[in-house]
């Protein structure tokens, strides 16, 4: 089985800050890490691999201090890692980030002969959009199952698997290959072994660019976004409100006056 993990490096704090300016994060003073569902990402790719065999690819879009990103996934058991750096990728969106990392995906898929899962994150806890995943999915015309709970079995070239709800789980049955997004319930990631360390330290990162992947240079990163952040803004504070204090059916009543004195 071969399993391509898509990471992405954030900043280690969901206070994400924004250049007024260039309308982009600063990233400057900020400590990265692998996002958080990444993780799980990543955690999971390794135990399918190790119930069926087969290899697991560490992937991400990013500048070129990312590939600490990568080698700490190496750590947790990745065999290859995989940078994908160019400064045309730059200020893409979720369309143009999903374009460039399909098209390494599609480049991974002609070297290798084959994949059989894609797996990412739910969502990057810095840009939270949670399109990027159904987005490469699109791309590659995959069937796709998004916040996936556990992955209950694969067979005969299909998987089924938990989708979480809110209101419990839903079971699908779906071909390989395909693309998942996962939750964090479905494992604990594991801590890096020290020979895992040891390999990650000494592990060879691969390094493709737009031209690499074949990817024409005006349909990633801002040239190629099809959105564009116009302006970021704080929500303004919310007003005190009124608390209404009192029996029951005196609050209601009070409550009901306050409501049709707002809609005359
Ligand atoms: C309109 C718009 C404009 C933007 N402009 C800018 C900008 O100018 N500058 C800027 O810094 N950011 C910008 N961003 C943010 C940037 O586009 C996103 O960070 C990026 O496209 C990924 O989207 P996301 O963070 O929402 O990831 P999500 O879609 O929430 O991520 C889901 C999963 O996809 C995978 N994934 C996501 N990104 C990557 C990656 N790079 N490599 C590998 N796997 C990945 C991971 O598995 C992740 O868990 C913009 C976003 C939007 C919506």
Same mark, same amino acid.
């Given at each position: 089985?071969?399993?391509?993990?898509?990471?992405?490096?954030?900043?280690?704090?969901?206070?994400?800050?924004?250049?007024?300016?260039?309308?982009?994060?600063?990233?400057?003073?900020?400590?990265?890490?692998?996002?958080?569902?990444?993780?799980?990402?990543?955690?999971?790719?390794?135990?399918?691999?190790?119930?069926?065999?087969?290899?697991?690819?560490?992937?991400?879009?990013?500048?070129?201090?990312?590939?600490?990103?990568?080698?700490?996934?190496?750590?947790?058991?990745?065999?290859?890692?995989?940078?994908?750096?160019?400064?045309?990728?730059?200020?893409?969106?979720?369309?143009?980030?999903?374009?460039?990392?399909?098209?390494?995906?599609?480049?991974?898929?002609?070297?290798?002969?084959?994949?059989?899962?894609?797996?990412?994150?739910?969502?990057?806890?810095?840009?939270?959009?949670?399109?990027? $995943?159904?987005? !490469?999915?699109?791309?590659?015309?995959?069937?796709?199952? =998004?916040? %996936? +709970?556990? /992955?209950? &079995?694969?067979?005969?070239?299909?998987?089924?698997?938990?989708?979480?709800?809110?209101? $419990?789980?839903? !079971?699908?049955?779906?071909?390989?290959?395909?693309?998942? =997004?996962? %939750? +964090?319930? /479905?494992? &604990?990631?594991?801590?890096?072994?020290?020979?895992?360390?040891?390999?990650?330290?000494?592990?060879?990162? !691969?390094?493709?660019?737009?031209?690499?992947?074949?990817?024409?240079?005006?349909?990633?990163?801002?040239?190629?976004?099809?959105?564009?952040?116009?302006?970021?803004?704080?929500?303004?504070?919310?007003?005190?409100?009124?608390?209404?204090?009192?029996?029951?059916?005196?609050?209601?009543?009070?409550?009901?006056?306050?409501?049709?004195?707002?809609?005359?």
């Amino acid at each position: 089985m071969n399993i391509i993990v898509c990471i992405k490096q954030v900043p280690e704090t969901t206070d994400v800050r924004i250049n007024p300016e260039t309308n982009t994060l600063i990233r400057d003073g900020v400590k990265s890490i692998i996002n958080p569902f990444d993780m799980y990402a990543i955690e999971e790719a390794v135990r399918l691999k190790e119930r069926f065999g087969g290899t697991v690819t560490v992937i991400t879009m990013g500048p070129p201090q990312a590939e600490s990103a990568l080698r700490e996934a190496i750590s947790m058991g990745a065999d290859e890692a995989i940078l994908i750096s160019d400064k045309a990728f730059a200020g893409g969106d979720t369309w143009a980030t999903a374009n460039t990392l399909s098209h390494a995906i599609q480049k991974i898929a002609k070297e290798k002969g084959s994949f059989d899962i894609i797996l990412c994150g739910k969502q990057a806890s810095d840009g939270d959009t949670a399109q990027v $995943g159904p987005g !490469i999915a699109a791309f590659l015309d995959l069937p796709q199952v =998004t916040y %996936v +709970k556990k /992955i209950e &079995e694969i067979k005969n070239q299909k998987a089924r698997v938990e989708r979480m709800t809110e209101e $419990g789980f839903d !079971i699908l049955e779906t071909p390989l290959p395909c693309l998942f =997004t996962v %939750v +964090k319930e /479905i494992n &604990e990631p594991r801590l890096p072994s020290l020979k895992g360390m040891m390999r990650a330290k000494s592990a060879k990162i !691969i390094t493709w660019t737009a031209k690499d992947i074949g990817v024409d240079a005006q349909q990633v990163g801002l040239a190629g976004s099809r959105t564009t952040v116009v302006k970021i803004f704080h929500p303004p504070q919310r007003s005190g409100g009124q608390k209404l204090v009192g029996e029951p059916a005196e609050v209601v009543d009070k409550l009901v006056e306050l409501l049709k004195s707002d809609i005359v």
